[in-house]
C-alpha cells in the first residue's frame, strides 16, 4: 500500500458521510450502463481474472458475459479461494497468472 492509498482510507474514515456520497454517485452512473448493450463482440485481446469467492461480481455473472462475448483472444482465470481483490488476496498468484496470459498472448 502507497502514501496516497493508505491517506485516501484514513481519510474516507474519517468522513463517512463524504465516502458514502462519493461511492453513491459512482454506484448511480455506473448501473446507468448493461455490459450486455455496451460490448458484446471485440478483436482487442480481453482478460477476465477473477476470485472463486468473489461476491461483489458473482463468478456465474462473469461467466455467462464471457460466454456470450464474441471475441476470439479471450481469457478467464479463475483463483480459488480468493475475493473481490485477487491481486490483494495473493499478489504473487495473481502476477504469475498475469504473466501467463501476456507470455501466451505473445505465442503465435
Known amino acids: ?26 454506484m448511480d452512473y455506473m448501473f446507468r450502463y448493461d455490459i450486455y448493450d455496451f460490448l458484446m463482440e471485440s478483436n482487442v485481446p480481453m482478460a477476465f481474472i ?3 469467492s468473489d461476491w461483489i461480481t458473482p463468478m456465474e455473472m462473469v461467466k455467462e458475459y464471457y460466454t456470450k462475448l464474441e471475441n476470439q483472444n479471450k481469457r478467464l ?28 498472448e505473445k505465442e503465435p
Open 50 to 52: 477473477m476470485g472463486s
Open 1 to 26: 500500500m502507497e502514501f496516497n492509498d493508505l491517506r485516501w482510507l484514513i481519510n474516507a474514515m474519517l468522513d463517512y458521510n463524504k465516502f458514502f456520497s462519493q461511492l453513491s454517485q459512482l
Open 77 to 104: 482465470v479463475i483463483m480459488d479461494g480468493m475475493g473481490h481483490l485477487p491481486s490483494i488476496d495473493d499478489p504473487k498468484l495473481f502476477s504469475e497468472k498475469v504473466m501467463e496470459i501476456l507470455i501466451n
